[in-house]
């Protein structure tokens, strides 16, 4: 019925046009549109406290990844969405305290991305390098 029910305004969606300030990813504003910035922001803060917990090794591994993730240019943005995703969940398992990781979370989480970046030579290459590093940081 008309007149009964107030109005509200419609809530108009942000669109993320400039770029996003990050600590430790290095993101320019012609990547970040097609990017989940949640995503980004929270790997991000969690490197920032993997660093602050003594972790600098796995925080670098973690920073390389994703930033060359973002930059590549033979991955779909689907498909850098999704490595992020994993990184980011990765890196919420490594802040964790010991006791409470999910160590076989963690553990699928790393024979996944290797089949995602399977099109990615370069990117495949950097994960060989850094993932004895984010399984240190992870206890594994």
């Given at each position: 019925?008309?007149?009964i029910?107030?109005?509200y305004?419609?809530r108009?969606r942000?669109?993320?046009t400039?770029?996003?300030?990050l600590?430790?990813?290095?993101v ?10 949640g995503t ?8 920032s406290?993997l660093k ?6 796995t925080a ?23 490595v992020?995703e ?5 890196s919420?398992?490594a ?8 160590k ?6 790393l024979?996944q991305i290797?089949t995602?970046?399977a ?20 206890g594994?």
């Open positions: 019925i008309p007149g029910m107030p109005r305004p419609e108009l942000v669109i993320q400039g770029g996003i300030t600590n430790n990813i290095n320019s504003n012609s990547e970040i549109g097609v990017l989940n910035t980004i922001e929270h790997l991000d803060s969690t490197v406290f602050s917990g003594g972790n600098a090794e670098t591994a973690l920073t390389q990844l994703a930033e060359t993730v973002i930059k590549s240019v033979e991955l779909s943005n689907e498909i850098k969405n999704q992020l994993l990184l980011s969940a990765l919420s398992e802040v964790a305290p010991k006791e409470q990781r999910r076989a979370v963690a553990k699928a989480i024979e290797p995602i970046l099109g990615a030579k370069i990117l495949l290459t950097l994960w060989e390098k850094v993932k004895p590093l984010i399984e240190k940081g992870l594994l």
